[in-house]
C-alpha cells in the first residue's frame, strides 16, 4: 500500500484548481495511477489532484488495487476556509465544491479509511469510518507553516487514539519557493496514539508495517465506546 500526498502533481492554490484540473478516469495523471499500481502491483493511493466534472472542481484522491482497477475515489468533504490573523488565508470554497461521501475499502485483510487534508479535522467522520470498519486511516495533507505546527501531529495522534486505529497524514515535502509552503512532514500514529514513524520537511517516504494483532490487543484492553 503506497500513498501519495495532496496535490502531489499540482500547486496548490484556488488560484491553481481549474488551470491543472482533469476529469476522472480518463485524465492524464488518473491513467497514469493506473499504469503505476498494475505495473508494481500495489494498492495505490493516489494523494489528491484537482478534478474536473461539469462545470464543477473537486481535490478528489483516487484509488487503485494491484490489477489497476479504480477501487474508490473521495472528494475532499471538508474545505478549508481558514483566516488566521498574521498567518494563514485560505478560502477553498471560491474554487472547490465539497464531496459528500465516506471512503472505505479493502487492502488484504484490513479496511482502509481516506480523507484528503482538512477532513482529519473533524472526528466525526473518522468515527464512522471506523464504525464500518476502517482499521487504517490516511489522510494526504498539505498543511501549511501556520497549521502544520499546531494541529498535524494533534490531528493524526487524536483521529488514532479516538478510532483505536492508524493513522497516517501524507503531507508534500516543503517548498519555501514555492507560493503556497507545505508544512512538510510525514509522519504515522499508531492504535494507542504514538508516532511510529515520521519524515520531513525534505523529500522523502516512510515505511510502517500495521499489525492486526496490535490492532485486537489495543481494541480489547481498552474500549473507548463502552
Known sequence: ???LPECFNSPYGAQFFADYAEP????PTTVFLKEQATK????????SHPERDGDKLYNTCVIFGPDGEAIAKHRKVHLADVNIPGGILLQE???LTPGDTFTIFNCGEFKIG?????????PEPAHLMKMRGA??????GAFNMTTGPLYFDLLTRARATDNQAYCASVSPARD??????????????GPSGIIMDQI?????TVYTEFSMEELKVVRAGMSPWT
Open 200 to 204: 520531513g520537511p525534505d523529500e522523502g
Open 40 to 47: 508494481h502491483g500495489i494498492y495505490l493511493i493516489g494523494g
Open 176 to 189: 519555501v519557493d514555492a507560493s503556497y509552503v507545505a508544512w512538510g512532514c510525514t509522519l504515522v500514529a
Open 135 to 140: 482499521d487504517v486511516l490516511i489522510y494526504p
Open 24 to 27: 476522472i478516469p480518463d485524465g
Open 93 to 95: 470554497s471560491s474554487a
Open 1 to 3: 500500500l503506497i500513498s
Open 114 to 122: 481516506v480523507g484528503v487534508c482538512y477532513d482529519i479535522r473533524f
